[in-house]
């Protein structure tokens, strides 16, 4: 796997702290930095996620196709999985992420709530690359609601 992110600040970019990374498959993501008050120059202007944003969304996006594949390999009608991050951060740099929670939300037909739960817990301790590497620094806890579909 690999990615190259290049500073589009020396481009004359409307953002002095922008940022493009592009992957090895091919994908383009922009980033931003937040709007800096004291020193404007130094900021973003807020037209892209922030990194650390990236970071999370990422772990997200991971962990849930997880719980995905393991319900549908279990023959789990999943018909729709979200997951809401919440987080914390320390207040000097690093700003490792130090405490992050995960909230599922999980619609399906017949699906057991302990299926919901296996699912999730092999996600969170074995197959998530992003979730067991923040788990070095950062409190997780999972949660989740289970509707029923019609």
């Given at each position: 796997m690999e990615c190259t992110v290049s500073w589009t600040g020396a481009t004359g970019a409307r953002?002095?702290?922008?940022f493009m990374a592009e992957t090895g498959s091919g994908h383009?993501?922009?980033?931003?930095?937040?709007?800096d008050a004291?020193?404007?120059?130094?900021?973003g202007q807020n037209l892209a996620p922030r990194p650390m944003e990236t970071v999370l969304a990422g772990t997200g996006g991971c962990t849930a196709?997880?719980?995905v594949l393991i319900l549908k390999r279990g023959r789990h009608d999943v018909q729709a999985c979200s997951v809401?991050?919440?987080?914390?951060?320390?207040a000097t740099d690093p700003k490792v992420f130090t405490k992050i929670h995960m909230h599922?939300?999980?619609?399906?037909?017949?699906?057991p709530s302990d299926a919901v739960a296996r699912a999730i817990?092999?996600?969170h301790e074995k197959y998530?690359?992003?979730?067991?590497m923040l788990g070095k620094t950062a409190d997780i806890s999972t949660s989740f609601d289970l509707i029923e579909a019609a």
């Open positions: 953002s002095g702290m922008g383009v993501l922009h980033m931003d930095g937040a709007p004291a020193k404007p120059e130094n900021g196709y997880d719980v809401r991050l919440t987080s914390e951060r320390a599922f939300t999980v619609k399906g037909k017949g699906i817990a092999l996600s998530c690359s992003a979730s067991i």
